[in-house]
């Protein structure tokens, strides 16, 4: 079988540079962190008191430098920082959510309050 010089010069491109366009390292996608900080002090019972430090789930009082992994807030929650790259769009945020640099998250319903509130799916109430 005889194959033109066309299907040559594309072959020998595809071995040549195809290689090494999948290998760029600036292409290789590292996933976000979304796991809880350490060091929390949970006071109360059950997920439900008040929370300082990342806690992954909450109800009640929650205080937090930067959130990271957050699957699901009720109450109120102060977070300090603008949210780890990612980590927070799966995040269902209800209550009041303060934030000096915006609170993040994927669902944000109730009362956001912060410069530059993100919601990655919807936000519900009122957002400032």
Request: a positive charge; charged letters at 15%; proline letters at 6%.
């Amino acid at each position: 079988m005889r194959s033109g010089p066309c299907l040559r010069v594309i072959l020998l491109y595809l071995s040549l540079f195809g290689p090494l366009q999948a290998q760029r390292p600036e292409e290789i996608e590292t996933p976000p962190d979304t796991t809880p900080g350490s060091g929390l002090l949970n006071l109360g019972f059950n997920q439900v008191g008040l929370s300082i430090g990342n806690s992954s789930r909450w109800s009640g009082l929650r205080i937090n430098l930067r959130d990271r992994g957050v699957q699901q807030t009720n109450g109120i929650n102060l977070t300090l920082w603008k949210a780890a790259k990612e980590s927070n769009r799966s995040a269902r945020m209800n209550g009041i959510q303060i934030g000096l640099f915006g609170p993040e998250g994927g669902w944000l319903r109730g009362l956001s309050i912060g410069p530059g509130v993100i919601a990655d799916r919807s936000m519900i109430g009122a957002n400032l």
